[in-house]
């Protein structure tokens, strides 16, 4: 196994790296002023201007999947592409994205844009591509992808009570969405939303994805959602009722019934993403905990010089090195096998890396102390975007249940002589009707 980088991973890295530390780091300050002043929800100029950078020198749409990507339905022209890099290859580029809470969209890289741009690209006709999917990579409007629900365990998708119903030539969609993510941007103009086209179908073909212009009649935004007190504006996350909006049956995405094969295509991507992307911010917390431990001093020495410290420190960095090749390796196999094969370490990935960045960020605010839950150092903020992660895209619980089940599958009992010594003349077990001790029953249950 060669640990050491390509060319080519280095280039496209280094690349993401420079651009940042010469333009956006130097504009934090700058971000945070125009945030602030004003209006909540509207375009900031510096992520604009620096976006119109980062697009002049080609470090743009670095997510959209090679040329040579299987899951296209649609054949047409090269044209709706970007760099072309791997999964593997964009993973290093998302971990530095990482470090800058809004540095991804200014290389257009920024959720849910670049899931909702894949489904698109994989599953658009010529006309949904040439009406969303090109200023979507232009950077010039920005998408929102509505599936949970409020009144439903969302984690099971086919609980989903959003109607999706033909009429003519439209579509008509009732329902209520809530943690619509970047609604709140005056420039989200469309979004793909999923719900039942039909009940009575078998449970993972009642759904359906339809593409849903904002400006519909029947969108109404009910409420902003903070996230542990931030608005997270301008990209905001919403809870929306939809009342007979219609849409053109056009609209579609790949035919009703579809719609859980697309979320399939558009969330193992968009799981990974995530999680390249909390490997850069369990770095800039480590880095910030260092620079703090080595500034101050307590009870006479400095704080890094008491063991506890040095603990906390060492498990940080060995706990995001181990992170990060579990990372590349799903990332690797999501190249190489395809994203089915790797659903386990995809899985495994999405489960470790919040939880992983959520104890370095609380290490690094315990290094701050008052300074820690602040807004001076970005920690607090961190860690309510990290603790959020364990929900998003599925909670930790659904990803430890698909693992745990596919790891029972590998290693399923196999009748044969040992089994059958067990066993009495007629089959049955040889302690039938007899009490299983405490550990027997754990293992019953």
Same mark, same amino acid.
């Given at each position: 196994?060669?640990?050491?980088?390509?060319?080519?991973?280095?280039?496209?890295?280094?690349?993401?790296?420079?651009?940042?530390?010469?333009?956006?780091?130097?504009?934090?300050?700058?971000?945070?002023?125009?945030?602030?002043?004003?209006?909540?929800?509207?375009?900031?100029?510096?992520?604009?201007?620096?976006?119109?950078?980062?697009?002049?020198?080609?470090?743009?749409?670095?997510?959209?999947?090679?040329?040579?990507?299987?899951?296209?339905?649609?054949?047409?022209?090269?044209?709706?592409?970007?760099?072309?890099?791997?999964?593997?290859?964009?993973?290093?580029?998302?971990?530095?994205?990482?470090? /800058?809470?809004?540095?991804?969209? #200014? $290389?257009?890289?920024?959720?849910?844009?670049? *899931?909702? @741009? !894949? %489904?698109?690209?994989?599953?658009?006709?010529?006309?949904?591509?040439?009406?969303?999917?090109?200023?979507?990579?232009?950077?010039?409007?920005?998408?929102?992808?509505?599936?949970?629900?409020?009144?439903?365990?969302?984690?099971?998708?086919?609980?989903?009570?959003?109607?999706?119903?033909?009429?003519?030539?439209?579509?008509?969609?009732?329902?209520?969405?809530?943690?619509?993510?970047?609604?709140?941007?005056?420039?989200?103009?469309?979004?793909?939303?999923?719900?039942?086209?039909?009940?009575?179908?078998?449970?993972?073909?009642?759904?359906?994805?339809?593409?849903?212009?904002?400006?519909?009649?029947?969108?109404? /935004?009910?409420?902003?959602?903070? #996230? $542990?007190?931030?608005?997270?504006?301008?990209? *905001?996350? @919403? !809870? %929306?009722?939809?009342?007979?909006?219609?849409?053109?049956?056009?609209?579609?995405?790949?035919?009703?019934?579809?719609?859980?094969?697309?979320?399939?295509?558009?969330?193992?991507?968009?799981?990974?993403?995530?999680?390249?992307?909390?490997?850069?911010?369990?770095?800039?917390?480590?880095?910030?905990?260092?620079?703090?431990?080595?500034?101050?001093?307590?009870?006479?020495?400095?704080?890094?010089?008491?063991?506890?410290?040095?603990?906390?420190?060492?498990?940080?960095?060995?706990?995001?090195?181990?992170?990060?090749?579990?990372?590349?390796?799903?990332?690797?196999?999501?190249?190489?096998?395809?994203?089915?094969?790797?659903?386990?370490?995809?899985?495994?990935?999405?489960?470790?890396?919040?939880?992983?960045?959520?104890?370095?960020?609380?290490?690094?605010?315990?290094?701050?102390?008052?300074?820690?839950?602040?807004?001076?150092?970005?920690?607090?903020?961190?860690?309510?975007?990290?603790?959020?992660?364990?929900?998003?895209?599925?909670?930790?619980e659904v990803h430890a249940r698909s693992i745990a089940q596919m790891e029972f599958a590998?290693?399923?009992?196999?009748?044969?002589?040992?089994?059958?010594?067990?066993?009495?003349?007629?089959?049955?077990?040889?302690?039938?009707?007899?009490?299983?001790?405490?550990?027997?029953?754990?293992?019953?249950?």
């Open positions: 196994m060669d640990f050491e980088p390509t060319e080519r991973q280095v280039y496209w890295r280094n690349r993401v790296r420079d651009f940042i530390e010469a333009h956006v780091r130097p504009n934090m300050k700058t971000y945070e002023e125009q945030d602030r002043a004003g209006e909540r929800w509207k375009v900031l100029p510096i992520v604009e201007e620096l976006k119109a950078k980062a697009k002049a020198q080609g470090i743009w749409n670095l997510f959209m999947p090679p040329r040579n990507d299987s899951h296209h339905h649609v054949d047409d022209s090269f044209e709706f592409e970007g760099p072309g890099l791997t999964n593997l290859e964009y993973a290093l580029c998302a971990e530095e994205m990482g470090r /800058i809470g809004w540095a991804s969209e #200014v $290389f257009n890289c920024s959720a849910p844009d670049t *899931g909702n @741009m !894949e %489904v698109f690209h994989r599953y658009g006709t010529r006309e949904q591509k040439e009406a969303w999917l090109r200023p979507l990579m232009n950077g010039e409007i920005r998408s929102a992808f509505l599936m949970t629900e409020p009144y439903t365990a969302s984690s099971d998708a086919t609980n989903i009570e959003t109607r999706i119903e033909r009429d003519g030539d439209h579509y008509v969609i009732n329902g209520r969405k809530w943690w619509s993510s970047g609604l709140g941007d005056p420039r989200c103009k469309i979004a793909i939303v999923m719900g039942k086209t039909d009940f009575s179908a078998q449970r993972h073909a009642q759904q359906s994805m339809v593409l849903m212009p904002i400006d519909s009649p029947g969108v109404n /935004i009910i409420r902003h959602l903070p #996230v $542990f007190g931030y608005d997270d504006a301008p990209h *905001g996350h @919403m !809870e %929306v009722e939809l009342v007979n909006v219609r849409v053109p049956v056009t609209n579609m995405l790949l035919g009703e019934g579809r719609g859980f094969e697309i979320a399939q295509g558009r969330l193992g991507p968009g799981r990974i993403h995530h999680c390249m992307r909390t490997i850069g911010v369990a770095e800039e917390a480590l880095a910030k905990m260092c620079r703090r431990l080595q500034e101050r001093e307590a009870f006479g020495k400095p704080i890094y010089k008491h063991s506890v410290w040095e603990e906390r420190v060492a498990r940080a960095r060995i706990d995001i090195e181990m992170t990060r090749l579990l990372c590349l390796k799903a990332a690797d196999m999501m190249d190489k096998v395809g994203n089915k094969a790797a659903k386990q370490e995809i899985a495994m990935i999405k489960v470790q890396a919040p939880t992983m960045a959520l104890k370095i960020i609380d290490d690094a605010i315990q290094a701050h102390g008052g300074g820690g839950v602040s807004e001076d150092y970005g920690l607090a903020s961190a860690y309510a975007h990290q603790r959020t992660l364990r929900l998003a895209d599925g909670p930790d590998k290693h399923a009992p196999v009748p044969g002589p040992t089994a059958n010594a067990l066993r009495g003349n007629h089959g049955r077990a040889a302690n039938d009707g007899q009490s299983f001790s405490s550990g027997d029953m754990g293992v019953a249950r």
